[in-house]
């Protein structure tokens, strides 16, 4: 008895939640349900929006109205969309991070942390190599982003590969020394000596800005986020190692006795999920806010774990949520004007994913006729 | 068998991974709990949501961008205060965007507004470039930077020599201490923080020589958890009278339950514990408001860096705490009333810094520029300054 509890047995028996024949139907759970129908998003977001629509109008506003606005705020002009794209390239970077690592049940929420230090890492190149051309400090910054991030992602790889650490917890805890980190350089060494004390680097030059388009702030950072999509799609797709990765995730056992080095993929996807969120933060720093201050991220290493899940981990539908939810931060804001506070984008995210979770739940129950 | 007890480990490694998200999502906005005073904002917002379905005529479009809700009982609080005054005296509703971050976001923001308004108020120092970048391309809108320091042609900048009140709320403090041990709750180490606390120390030591005065930069405006968190550092430290220059009461409250005497910034925070209430700086923003939204509509606006003062009362003192007693209270207002006439000048020397340097010789008093650009600690307050 107690091994079966020792191995979860006890949760693998079928749960019913009819009540004793009382009722002419049973919930029965099917276990040949693996994957949930493609429709859970889209009804998720639904009811998320929905739900929110009551707090609206508890608040005395018409939800119709408040959501046209948001929608308006952030696709209805040129410039609320090239906003809503400039939101849109961090998630999509640490979203497709995580959709590698979560393919193969690798739960990374570090990317917050890995895209903080990416960003320190590309700041560094701009204090201490301040006189490059534009082409090499650029390419620097890239190289010094992502393999920050990189590392930052193998502090989580490594002890769960080799001490059996659960990389929930390491991953979360290192978010917070990056945190930590940016503080110490922002309040430190890196403070700007003409920015009046306040903590931040020097603001970048020219040189080490990304590139943006005419007169936004749409930058670069943009293809090179297209360009991530497409090579995750293809490797996924036609490479040997996007073969292991899609039979880990369906099956670790069976991929064990197949001989796949499970601990291996581990690992490297976990640099690929780190150096993708690094990349962030570095076209983050040098694309938008053009120097290294507190609060860079509102947190888009978190919402990217939204972002990835809402795509069911596919890079096209990557693409579609990162934009979705830039234009919720983006239209979050232009609520305010008509009277609303802004954490209704919040609670709107919020609710996404918890009938997102709910629903990957719920389509694997069946109703079934008697007791 | 086993695919299934997959399904319930994943979903609770996603349950968990749902409440982490939604920590972080939570955690810039723990204003709620603490705060007390909000009852304004929902108010304030239904004020504003008729303006864009009221035809303006030629009254200008106003925007206000705030660093926090103006619910926090504190700096947002009184320039929603403020706001309002300017509405009822010009008939005019002017649109707010609160919580907004003193990065990247603001620059976005501030442009969306100065697409369709007349002149932007932004709020708070870090603004500043943003506010900044956005007026060199909207070179009709006009807009107007609280506490900063750079202007355009179509920008300006307003704030106040509110170092007089800091400098009276020390006097009170001098008196009230037992252990000749004060705390100063700040928000950044910059000048207008610095010249605060200086002041502050030297209205107690005008009193009381013996006086320090301990710090704990927050490095937050607005957070009441942190707030609360660096006076209760203070407290343990031995420190008995606080004062905060934040934006919430939360020092006053943490000053309540150790039975401590406090002041806040920006607000009358006596009602958050009349008992325990000392006094402290406010602002009063409404005549500056409605003074320059009518130069707007007159057609006189210019970019002037406005900087009031306790004469002209945009900065003064809030009312006293219960249990500051009459003498005291008496001490205060004989040096207000020196202030304001101009006979008492708070930066006066002989004033050394606390590395022993003298900075200020006797009889000469500090420009306001040489105010504002303060950058050294008074004797008598502890630590170096974080540079």
Redesign the interface.
Known sequence: MSQEKAS?RT??EPVQLASGGRLPWRLE?D?SR?RTPWWTPIVSVALALLLCAIFIYA???SPVTVYSKMFR?AFGTS?GIT?TLVKAIPLLLCGLGIAVAYRI?V?N?GA?GQLTVGAIAATAVTIYFPNLSGFWSILLMLIFGIAAGALWGLFTAIPKTHFGVNE?ITS?MLNYVALLAL?YVT?GPW?DPKG????GSP?FTDAQSLPVLG?T?LHIGLILALVAVVIYYLMIRFTRWGYELRIIGA?P?AARYAGIHIKRHIIIVMLISGGLAGLAGMTEVSG??HKL????S??YG??A??VA?LAKLNPLGLVVTSVMFGGLI?GG??V????????IS?ML??AI??FL?AG??VT?FRIRRGA | MKQRGQVFKLSFMLLFVLAIVLAGCGGNNNAGGNTGASSEPTAAAGDSAGASAQPSGDKPKVAFVYIGPPGDGGYTYQHDLGRKEMEEKLGIEAHIVENVPEGPDAERIITELAQSHDIVFTTSFGYMEQTLNVAKKFPNVKFDHASGFKTADNMGTYFGKNYQASYLTGIAAGKMTKKNHLGYVGAFPISEVIYNLNAFTLGAQSVNPDIKVDVVWTNTWYDPTTERQAAISLLDKGADVLLAYQDSPATIQAAKERGAFAGGNDSDMKKFAPDNYLTNPVWNWGPYYTKTVQSVMDGTWKNEQYSGDMADGMVDLAPFGNKVPEDVQKLVEDAKAKIISGELNVFTGPISDNQGNEKVPAGKTLTLEEVLGMDWLVNGVIGPLPK
């Open positions: 979860g949760l693998r759970y276990s693996i608040n005395g506003m705020g410039y906003e049940s739960w929420i917050e929930l979360l503080d309040f403070k009046f004390n306040m903590p603001v007169g702030r099956n056992t938008v806010s201050m507190q609060g860079l509102p947190g978190y919402t774990i939204i899940w983006v804001f232009s305010q004007t008509i009277g609303l506070p802004s954490s919040e995210q919020g994913l918890f979770i990957d739940m694997r």
